[in-house]
């Protein structure tokens, strides 16, 4: 039977056993965009019935990091809370005969497996227990012996339409009785999935193709208990660069990371919505609000999506760069030193590396000798490929008459670069004076243009640093 809901339902249902990753939330995106597409609901669901593995801190870290991103529910619930309703149910199938208790042990399921694989037969329970008297079974259960409630599934073909990928058919018999619950307080994923999708009023759900196998096992659950199907659409896999399915050996996935980097929500959006789904142009830029307008499960790919982190960088920098000087300085203010800067300063600092940017983090390295008050980097570091230590003290010193007699007023980078370029040109190349000067500045090999840093830095702090350089070469 059809979910014939007319509300669009969707619900993104992850477990609190460790931290949100890339793939889970690109998931709880297509979810969002397809239900506030169609002005639906977008329900998280917290699937904790795992008591063992799932920790309130890992709940706190789904919720703070989808909040972080954008992707705020409707509706949220926790499956811990909701016991009672999954026992009506179990209930409801053990009266029926749909559902029955196996006391198998362990090393005996085992023992069936492995001579069931060495006659080349898929694993699968043989009911054993499904024949237990009402009465051996009550006395099994005052004595309290290990037990399990398994779900006696109808050998049938169950066919579906994926929304992705078309018809998808099995065969049921090779399920055997699955274990639906290790109690009546205690259910398994296939059981409360099928009650929470039905409780919830979900019409469609939107989830990885991992979860294919699972689907006629929840289909034969819902036609046991008499509820409605929802539609299925399963999203292809996310894989490594090298094709293979992402996992943790490809480095670590988790939103966390990424945020404390310093990428921001709305390029890890957009990189998240093109892995998968096709926008149909050549349009690589989405704000959210044009990937609601334009998101749909028609255009979402079958085969599986790379991902690229090169291509999540070139994002996050074209995301920089929009970004409005006092935007981006408070962006990366959690990065840098507490030096009581005014915030013009840091401004003019952060407009240095603007352009140069693929994270925020990446400005404390970038910038970090704007915030010391000396520098400290090896002296031979201020020569020139084509100088000699003699003639670059002799540049610095050139560079602190020079500079020395530039007034405050006129101390901008347009006036420094025709006084500077001016005399530099005399030379053959232009590096002898220029490349001493930048390292006497930033005790780097790479970084902004020494114009623009001795604008920043100001006259004083300039010739300070000059000087400092020419001491590192006092022995020569």
Same mark, same amino acid.
């Given at each position: 039977?059809?979910?014939?809901?007319?509300?669009?339902?969707?619900?993104?249902?992850?477990?609190?056993?460790?931290?949100? /990753?890339?793939?889970?939330?690109?998931?709880?995106?297509?979810?969002? %965009?397809?239900?506030?597409?169609?002005?639906?609901?977008?329900?998280?669901?917290?699937?904790?019935?795992?008591?063992?593995?799932?920790?309130?801190?890992?709940?706190?870290?789904?919720?703070?990091?989808?909040?972080?991103?954008?992707?705020?529910?409707?509706?949220?619930?926790?499956?811990?809370?909701?016991?009672?309703?999954?026992?009506?149910?179990?209930?409801?199938?053990?009266?029926?005969?749909?559902?029955?208790?196996?006391?198998?042990?362990?090393?005996?399921?085992?023992?069936?497996?492995?001579?069931?694989?060495?006659?080349?037969?898929?694993?699968?329970?043989?009911?054993?227990?499904?024949?237990?008297?009402?009465?051996?079974?009550?006395?099994?259960?005052?004595?309290?012996?290990?037990?399990?409630?398994?779900?006696?599934?109808?050998?049938?073909?169950?066919?579906?339409?994926?929304?992705?990928?078309?018809?998808?058919?099995?065969?049921?018999?090779?399920?055997?009785?699955?274990?639906?619950?290790?109690?009546?307080?205690?259910?398994?994923?296939?059981?409360?999935?099928?009650?929470?999708?039905?409780?919830?009023?979900?019409? /469609?759900?939107?989830?990885?193709?991992?979860?294919?196998?699972?689907?006629?096992?929840?289909?034969?659950?819902?036609?046991? @208990?008499?509820?409605?199907?929802?539609?299925?659409?399963?999203?292809?896999? %996310?894989?490594?660069?090298?094709?293979?399915?992402?996992?943790?050996? /490809?480095?670590?996935?988790?939103?966390?990371?990424?945020?404390?980097?310093?990428?921001?929500?709305?390029?890890?959006?957009?990189?998240?919505?093109?892995?998968?789904?096709?926008?149909?142009?050549?349009?690589?830029?989405?704000?959210?609000?044009? %990937?609601?307008?334009?998101?749909?499960?028609?255009?979402?790919?079958?085969?599986?999506?790379?991902?690229?982190?090169?291509?999540?960088?070139?994002?996050?920098?074209?995301?920089?760069?929009?970004?409005?000087?006092?935007?981006?300085?408070?962006?990366?203010?959690?990065?840098?030193?507490?030096?009581? @800067?005014?915030?013009?300063?840091?401004?003019?600092?952060?407009?240095?590396?603007?352009?140069?940017?693929?994270?925020?983090?990446?400005?404390?390295?970038?910038?970090?000798?704007?915030?010391?008050?000396?520098?400290?980097?090896?002296?031979?570091?201020?020569?020139?490929?084509?100088?000699?230590?003699?003639?670059?003290?002799?540049?610095?010193?050139?560079?602190?008459?020079?500079?020395?007699?530039?007034?405050?007023?006129?101390?901008?980078?347009?006036? @420094?670069?025709?006084?500077?370029?001016?005399?530099?040109?005399?030379?053959?190349?232009?590096?002898?004076?220029?490349?001493?000067?930048?390292?006497?500045?930033?005790?780097?090999?790479?970084?902004?243009?020494?114009?623009?840093?001795?604008?920043?830095?100001?006259?004083?702090?300039?010739?300070?640093?000059?000087?400092?350089?020419?001491?590192? %070469?006092?022995?020569?």
């Amino acid at each position: 039977m059809q979910n014939t809901q007319k509300q669009i339902r969707t619900r993104y249902a992850p477990s609190p056993t460790g931290p949100l /990753h890339m793939g889970g939330v690109r998931t709880a995106l297509f979810n969002y %965009l397809f239900s506030k597409k169609e002005k639906g609901i977008f329900i998280l669901r917290i699937e904790d019935t795992d008591k063992a593995r799932s920790k309130p801190e890992w709940e706190k870290d789904i919720t703070e990091n989808l909040s972080w991103l954008g992707l705020q529910w409707d509706e949220f619930y926790r499956q811990s809370e909701r016991t009672a309703i999954y026992k009506k149910y179990l209930e409801q199938l053990l009266e029926q005969g749909k559902a029955y208790y196996c006391f198998c042990k362990p090393e005996e399921l085992e023992a069936i497996r492995q001579d069931q694989l060495s006659r080349g037969v898929i694993p699968h329970y043989t009911g054993k227990c499904r024949g237990l008297g009402k009465e051996e079974c009550e006395s099994r259960l005052k004595k309290g012996e290990a037990k399990v409630i398994r779900f006696i599934g109808e050998k049938k073909t169950i066919t579906f339409d994926d929304l992705i990928r078309g018809k998808i058919s099995f065969d049921t018999e090779l399920l055997g009785d699955i274990v639906i619950a290790k109690d009546l307080e205690t259910p398994l994923y296939n059981f409360s999935v099928v009650v929470d999708d039905y409780e919830m009023n979900i019409t /469609h759900v939107i989830r990885g193709e991992d979860h294919i196998p699972n689907t006629p096992k929840q289909i034969l659950l819902q036609e046991a @208990l008499g509820l409605p199907r929802p539609l299925y659409a399963h999203l292809p896999l %996310l894989l490594g660069e090298d094709r293979t399915k992402l996992s943790k050996r /490809h480095g670590d996935q988790s939103v966390a990371r990424y945020r404390t980097q310093g990428y921001l929500p709305e390029a890890v959006i957009n990189f998240l919505a093109l892995l998968g789904w096709n926008p149909g142009t050549e349009e690589e830029i989405f704000s959210i609000e044009e %990937l609601i307008k334009e998101f749909s499960l028609e255009r979402v790919q079958k085969a599986g999506a790379v991902f690229n982190e090169k291509r999540l960088n070139w994002l996050n920098a074209s995301y920089i760069r929009k970004k409005s000087p006092s935007e981006l300085t408070q962006l990366v203010m959690p990065y840098l030193p507490q030096t009581g @800067l005014e915030i013009k300063k840091l401004e003019q600092i952060i407009a240095l590396y603007q352009e140069r940017m693929q994270n925020l983090s990446e400005i404390a390295a970038l910038a970090d000798y704007f915030f010391v008050e000396q520098l400290d980097y090896p002296k031979e570091l201020l020569t020139w490929k084509n100088s000699t230590p003699r003639k670059t003290k002799e540049a610095l010193e050139k560079l602190e008459t020079i500079l020395s007699a530039v007034s405050e007023k006129d101390w901008e980078r347009d006036t @420094l670069a025709n006084i500077l370029l001016g005399e530099a040109e005399k030379e053959k190349d232009r590096g002898y004076l220029l490349w001493p000067l930048r390292t006497a500045l930033t005790g780097k090999q790479a970084s902004a243009g020494p114009f623009e840093v001795a604008t920043v830095l100001g006259k004083e702090k300039t010739l300070e640093r000059i000087k400092e350089a020419q001491q590192k %070469l006092t022995a020569i």
